[in-house]
């Protein structure tokens, strides 16, 4: 080894990007993961974003929440939160070309950040695609003249099933419905209407999606085998993503323009033709009108956080999975302020036609609208919308639209969310670069076989519990760890800095530093601490002939290990890169006892340099590919001009020679542990 104390060092060299570098990039690996267009890529994060939580979970939430006065929580972590995030996420997957897997080696502690990001991922994606599997379901039967879940006599409806308002028209008088309009109840004699009893009775909507679909059994622990139905669905639904994907991005992108587009034409034709029926200016003013006195509620501001990260689709890594197929310069910004502006307000867009719908609903069943508001999630989506549609002129021209919609929605987030573990694999075992197809296939594969208990009688039961545990409050966790490792622990300047190359300034530098610094860290810890102390059992209420359900204490326990194994990573990996450092310094004891150490404190306590070097990017952190590989990390590249004049001036042969001179020679170099001085670099190549 050529002892670098001995060489005299020349004049350094800066070392920026030189477009006469023709060795820039030679030798650069071919990469075919990479976006086509950047429409593309826009509509794919539109398509990711903007799934299924905005049609049914935000309506729900915001009724629920408040009405109007559900939007300040909402606009307010949305912009203090959510938005920052987003932001960060893009630019760490774009500036890296890494997806969360390896994108956290800017702090090699904190990798488990990106580990957590992998397998919520993963977890929510295998009940996410039983969502996507039941509307296959409905929407395959939809191409009927007389949709099934409209009419009782089936072989699975009970004799406790009835149609409301079965002769088209219900009457309330007192709170007894009869089966009538209000003249023909005032002529009681000459039309001889009937009481409409409805206690103990279930729709024919609710048999059909629970009776048929779900085969649901009256308790978690009577779990069942696979149903038959929901088996197929959930096969043909994998068996869709994996053909999406198969070919990376440039499928995926392609499939966008359809998974992007498609809702918000479906949704603007269910706005129109929803607020032209009778009781639909109802169910608006229950939507939008504000009920102040709710916000001091926490569960409210809870559920707006909940909201913010399922909805934008942070915490998942599918963001970084994403903009790592971006090409280095791309305007990453302009596009994040187009996809947030349209998942803010897709939600409230949504709102008007689940509410103009669940108002006509109600209207033409004599019932209120708190009764439709109180159904959420898969409630809303596959009870009372069909229930609502059932009832429309050209019923299933509607159907058909409209669980195609929730298709397009699904998909276009499964199709991210599946993508983070098939770019995890292929980043962890390299070889496997070249054989997507192969990984995706066994992915998907997988993915079906462990998400099949979701298809027994008790799989409803799981699913509510995995949509608590998995796709909630673990997401705040995750960002917040997040915010720190990048803000805190890498450094806001340094990651601006990481921004500035790429985009050639530094875009929104003042409000990150704010919302980064301040807002994300505290809004997120406070979330979850106040989470944490207001948790209560899961329960679901009487409805459709079921008893009100509590569930049992060992579903509880298995739901916080759920939790527990989301955000395990992020401790488990710091601990253990700490014992790793401690050990690569004990080893090199001999700097320690070196004389030009005598009296440097930094160089006596292992246990501080070892903390400071976990805290510290690795060695190869940096762009990934060699073109984007200068300025600060130009010692990553060894082809690089300036690394050619210091590897000329020292006579050094090797990339490891070239940069530890960086740091003799002053050059800037982010990446290298900042354990040693100057002088220890001698000694430290030897080891």
């Known amino acids: 080894m050529r002892s670098l104390c001995c060489c005299k060092p020349k004049a350094p060299v800066s070392p920026t990007k030189d477009s006469t570098d023709k060795n820039a990039d030679q030798d650069e690996p071919e990469d075919v993961h990479q976006w086509d267009r950047p429409i593309e890529f826009v509509l794919s994060l539109i398509s990711n974003s903007v799934g299924l939580g905005n049609v049914w979970r935000f309506p729900y939430l915001a009724a629920k929440s408040g009405g109007g ?38 702090a090699k502690g904190w990798r488990g950040v990106g580990i957590a990001m992998i397998v919520n991922s993963v977890l929510g994606m295998l ?73 103990g009775k279930v729709t024919a909507a609710e048999e059909f999606y629970y009776r048929l679909l779900l085969k649901k059994s009256s308790s ?37 323009y359809f998974t992007a587009i498609f809702p918000y034409i479906v949704l603007l034709i269910l706005i129109i033709y929803s607020s032209t029926l009778d009781g639909a200016v109802d169910g608006i003013k229950y939507y939008i009108i504000p009920r102040w006195h709710l916000l001091k509620d926490f569960k409210i501001w809870q559920s707006a956080a909940s909201q913010v990260f399922f909805s934008l689709s942070l915490s998942f890594g599918s963001l970084m999975a994403y903009a790592s197929a971006n090409k280095f310069k791309n305007n990453f910004f302009r596009q994040m302020c187009i996809v947030v502006s349209c998942d803010c307000f897709t939600g409230i867009f949504a709102g008007f036609a689940v509410f103009a719908t669940a108002g006509f609903l109600a209207k033409s069943l004599g019932e209120s609208i708190e009764k439709y508001a109180e159904s959420s999630g898969p409630g809303l989506a596959f009870i009372t919308y069909p229930e609502a549609l059932s009832r429309m002129p050209g019923s299933p021209f509607f159907s058909v639209i409209f669980f195609l919609m929730l298709l397009a929605l699904g998909l276009g987030s ?20 070249k054989r997507r197809a192969l990984v995706v296939v066994v992915t998907c594969a997988l993915c079906y076989v462990i998400s099949l208990p979701f298809t027994c009688p008790g799989g ?117 890169n700490y014992i790793q450092e401690y050990r690569r310094l004990s080893r090199r004891s001999l700097i320690e006892s070196s004389p030009s150490n005598y009296g440097n404190f930094s160089s006596k306590y292992r246990f501080l340099r070892a903390f400071k070097a976990n805290n510290s990017p690795s060695d190869d952190w940096g762009p990934k590919k060699k073109v984007n590989q200068y300025g600060d990390y130009a010692h990553l590249n060894p082809n690089s001009t300036a690394n050619k004049n210091i590897a000329d001036s020292h006579n050094l042969h090797t990339p490891q020679e070239i940069n530890a001179t960086h740091n003799i020679t002053g050059v800037a170099n982010p990446a290298m542990d900042p354990d040693f001085s100057t002088n220890d670099y001698t000694i430290r190549e030897r080891f």
């Open 69 to 106: 006065a559900f939007l300040i929580p909402y606009f307010t972590l949305y912009f203090l939160i959510g938005a920052p995030l987003y932001y960060m996420e893009l630019a760490l997957g774009q500036f890296s070309s890494r997806g969360p897997a390896t994108g956290f080696e800017l």
């Open 127 to 199: 009940s996410y695609n039983v969502i996507i599997s039941w509307s296959l379901f409905y929407f395959v039967l939809s191409f009927r003249k007389r949709l099934l879940w409209s009419q009782c006599g089936n072989w699975w409806n009970s004799d406790r099933c009835f149609v409301p308002g079965s002769r088209d028209v219900v009457y309330t008088m007192n709170g007894t419905t009869w089966n009538c309009t209000e003249a023909q109840y005032k002529n009681f004699s000459d039309y001889g209407c009937s009481p409409f009893n409805t206690t």
């Open 220 to 256: 978690f622990d009577d779990f069942g085998t696979p149903g038959t139905y929901m088996a197929v669905c959930l096969l043909a639904a994998w068996f869709i993503v994996c053909l999406c994907i198969i070919r990376g991005v440039q499928s995926s992108g392609k499939v966008a």
């Open 414 to 433: 499964q199709f991210a969310s599946t993508d983070v573990p098939v770019t995890a694999i292929m980043e962890y075992i390299p070889a496997l670069q």
């Open 460 to 576: 409803i039961y799981l699913f509510t519990l995995f949509q608590e545990y998995t796709a909630n409050i673990s997401l705040v966790v995750i960002g917040f760890f997040e915010v720190v490792t990048v803000a805190y622990v890498y450094g806001f300047n340094r990651f601006m800095n990481d921004v500035k190359m790429m985009l050639g300034y530094p875009a929104g530098k003042y409000y990150l530093f704010f919302t980064w610094l301040i807002s994300a860290p505290i809004l997120t810890l406070a979330i979850t601490i106040l989470n944490f102390m207001n948790t209560q059992s899961l329960k679901d209420g009487a409805s459709a002939g079921f008893d009100e359900y509590v569930y049992p204490k060992w579903s509880v326990i298995l739901g916080w290990t759920v939790f527990a194994f989301c955000i395990l990573p992020i401790p488990l990996c710091y601990i253990l």
